[in-house]
C-alpha cells in the first residue's frame, strides 16, 4: 500500500499505472466489455465509418473495430506479460544462483547463456516458428527460449554487484541462511533494477509480437491482435488510416506507459533516487518561483 | 576462544576455468582470548582481509581450521550472537533500503531479542548519535555517521569479539581518532574483544593489547603492544622504519 501511495504522488506514475491496470482489466473482461463479438463479419458494414453502433468503425470484413481492439488485449498484453513472467523467473532463478554462489555452477550456467545469446534473437524466434509453426502459442515459447538467457545474464550482474557488498557479508557473518539473505537483502536491493529490465522486455515483447502478426506468423484468424489489425489495415492505410491508427496508437500507449511507470517504481523502490527526485523538484520549485519573482518585478 | 590452526588459502587466478592458483594464505596459527584486542597488521595483499573472512567463518578454508570454543565457525549458530563485523567501505555496509533503525533491528531480532525503540535510541547514543538519525537512510549519513552506525550494529547482538577489517581505513583522519576513542571506550564499558585488520600501526597500537605481522599470507611475528619497538622480524622492523620516518 505503501508503494501504491508513492507511486500516486507521481501523477505521469499513477497516469500510467491507470492505463496499465485499465488495459489488463478490459482484456481480461473483454467478453464483457466488447460491444459486439470480435470475429462477427458483416459485409454489409465493410469499411464504415465510425458511429454509435461501431465507434471506431468496421474494418474490411465489417467486424467491429472496437471489440477487435479490446479482444486483442489478450495475446498482445495478457500473453506477453505470460511470457514475460515465465522468462523472467526461470533467468532471475538461474541468475541469483549464479550470480550469489558464483564458482563452478556461475561458470557452467553463464557459458549456457553464452551459447543462447551468441544466436540473434529476432531470427532464432522466427526459426522457431518456422520449425513449430506460426501460431500465438509457439511465438510465447521461443520468446521464453530466448528470452530467459538474457535475463539470466543481466540479473547474475546485478545480484554480483549486492553480493560483494559489506551489508551482505554483516548478514552472513550474523548467521542469516542463503534464501534470507538472496530475499532480503538482494532481491530488495536489486528490484528497481529488475522492474526495468523487466518493463523494457515487455515493450519489446509487445512490439515484436505485433510485428510477427504483422508479417503473418503470429496468430491466426480470424483471431484478433493488435499487429495483426495493422497488417489487415495496410491495403486502406492511405484511405481509411484511422484502421490502422486504433491499434498503432493502442501499441504506443501501453508500451509508454508500461516503460513510465517501470521508471516511476524504480523511483519509489529506491530510496537514494527517491530523495534525489525530491530534491531536483524542490530545485525546479526553487527555480520556477524565482523566475516568477523575476516576471512580477 | 578462537582458534586457528594451520590455515591456508588460496583462489585460483583466472575464475573457476583458470588453472593457476594463487595461495593467500600459508600454515596460519593464531590464538584470540576473550576480552583481548588482536591487531592484524600487514600492506595491502598480505593476505589480512581474507584471514578476516576466514576468522568470520563467512569463507572455508583449504586447509586447517578456525574453530571458537572447539566448534567449527563456519556453522552459522556458532557465530550467531558471538562474533560480529565492522567493514571499510561505510558506503555498502548497510543496506541501501534500509533505514538506520532497520539495519540495528536485524541483528537484535536474530539474538531473540524483543528491541524496542528505547533500546535502539540507547545503542545509538553509545555511539554518540541520538534517536533523530534512526529514520535516515544510509546515503543521508556522513562518513563518521555511517560508521558509527555500523559499530552499534555490532555491538547490538552483545558479541564477545567484533571484527574490525579495516574499519577506520576509509575515514578522515579526526573522524578516525574519535571512532579509535568510540572502540576504547565501548571495549572499556562492555568487556567485549576485538580483532582488528589494519594497515595503520598506529590505531593498531593504540587499540589492541598485541599485534601480529602478516606479510605475504604468513605470519612473521606476534608482539605485545608494549614490546612493538622491539620486533625481531626485519620485515616488521622495515615496517616501523617507515611509520617513524
Redesign the interface.
Known amino acids: 500500500m505503501k508503494l501504491l501511495e508513492k507511486l500516486m504522488k507521481d501523477r505521469l506514475a499513477a497516469a500510467s499505472l491507470a492505463v496499465v491496470a485499465a488495459t489488463l482489466l478490459i482484456g481480461l473482461c473483454a467478453p464483457l466489455v466488447a460491444p459486439h463479438p470480435p470475429n462477427e463479419a458483416n459485409m454489409e458494414l465493410r469499411f464504415a465509418g465510425a458511429s454509435w453502433t461501431y465507434w471506431l468503425g468496421n474494418d474490411h470484413l465489417g467486424r467491429c473495430i472496437l471489440s477487435r481492439l479490446i479482444y486483442g488485449i489478450r495475446p498482445s498484453v495478457l500473453w506477453v506479460l505470460a511470457a514475460l513472467g515465465a522468462a523472467a523467473c526461470f533467468g532471475a532463478a538461474l541468475g541469483f544462483i549464479a550470480g550469489y554462489f558464483r ?2 555452477i ?2 557452467v550456467l553463464m557459458r549456457i547463456c553464452d551459447v543462447m545469446l551468441s544466436f540473434p534473437g529476432y531470427v532464432m524466434t522466427l526459426a522457431i516458428v518456422g520449425m513449430l509453426g506460426a501460431g500465438l502459442t509457439n511465438i510465447l515459447l521461443a520468446f521464453v527460449v530466448m528470452k530467459w538467457a538474457w535475463f539470466a545474464r543481466v540479473i547474475r550482474t546485478t545480484v554480483m554487484q549486492y553480493a560483494d ?3 551482505v ?9 542463503h534464501l534470507g539473505i538472496m530475499k532480503r ?1 538482494i532481491a ?2 536489486a528490484l528497481p533494477e529488475i522492474s526495468v529490465i523487466a518493463s523494457s522486455s515487455f515493450g519489446s515483447m509487445i512490439l515484436q509480437i505485433s510485428g510477427l502478426s504483422f508479417l503473418g506468423l503470429g496468430i491466426e484468424a480470424p483471431h484478433a491482435e493488435w499487429g495483426m489489425m495493422m497488417n489487415e489495415a495496410r491495403s486502406v492505410m492511405f484511405t481509411r488510416p484511422e484502421l490502422m491508427l486504433a491499434p498503432g496508437l493502442a501499441i504506443i500507449v501501453v508500451v509508454s506507459a508500461v516503460n513510465f511507470l517501470s521508471d516511476a517504481l524504480q523511483k519509489v ?4 533516487l527517491a ?1 534525489s527526485g525530491k530534491r531536483a523538484s524542490v530545485r525546479i520549485g526553487g527555480m520556477l518561483r524565482g523566475l516568477r519573482k523575476k516576471e512580477a518585478a | 576462544m578462537l582458534k586457528v590452526e594451520g590455515v591456508s588459502k588460496s583462489y585460483r587466478r583466472n ?3 583458470g588453472g593457476e592458483r594463487q595461495q593467500v594464505l600459508r600454515q596460519v596459527h593464531l590464538e584470540w582470548n576473550r576480552g583481548e584486542s588482536l591487531g592484524i597488521i600487514g600492506e595491502s595483499g598480505s593476505g589480512k582481509s581474507t584471514l578476516g ?1 576466514l576468522l ?3 569463507e572455508k578454508p583449504d586447509q586447517g581450521s578456525v574453530t571458537w570454543n572447539g566448534r567449527p565457525v563456519t556453522d ?2 556458532v ?2 550472537g558471538t ?3 565492522v ?3 561505510y558506503t ?6 534500509y533505514t538506520v533503525r532497520q539495519a540495528l533491528l ?2 537484535l531480532k ?1 539474538v531473540g531479542g524483543q528491541p524496542d525503540t528505547k533500546d535502539m535510541g540507547k545503542l545509538l547514543r553509545q555511539v554518540g548519535l541520538d534517536e533523530s538519525y534512526m529514520d535516515k ?1 544510509p ?2 549519513l556522513s562518513g563518521g555517521e555511517a560508521q558509527r552506525v ?1 559499530i552499534a ?1 555490532a555491538v547490538s ?1 552483545a558479541p564477545q569479539c567484533i571484527l574490525l577489517d579495516e574499519a577506520i581505513s576509509s575515514l578522515d583522519g579526526s573522524v578516525q581518532m574519535q571512532v579509535l576513542e568510540l572502540l576504547k571506550q565501548l571495549k572499556e564499558s562492555s568487556g567485549m574483544g576485538y580483532i582488528f585488520i589494519t594497515h595503520d600501526i598506529q590505531a593498531a597500537a593504540f587499540l589492541c593489547d598485541r599485534i601480529m605481522i602478516v606479510c605475504s599470507g604468513e605470519i612473521v611475528e606476534t608482539v605485545a603492544t608494549p614490546q612493538l619497538r622491539h620486533v625481531q622480524s626485519e620485515y616488521a622492523k622495515e615496517l616501523l622504519r617507515k611509520v617513524i620516518s
Request: contains cysteine; aromatic residues 10%.
Open positions: 564458482g563452478r556461475d561458470a557488498a559489506d551489508y557479508k554483516f548478514a552472513k557473518v550474523l548467521g542469516i541462511g537483502h530488495l536491493a523502490l529506491d530510496p537514494k530523495v | 575464475g573457476w576455468l573472512r568470520l567463518g563467512i552459522r549458530r557465530r550467531r562474533i560480529s563485523a567493514f571499510q567501505d555498502s555496509s548497510i543496506h541501501p533500503f536485524e541483528p536474530l537512510y546515503h543521508e555500523c550494529r547482538s
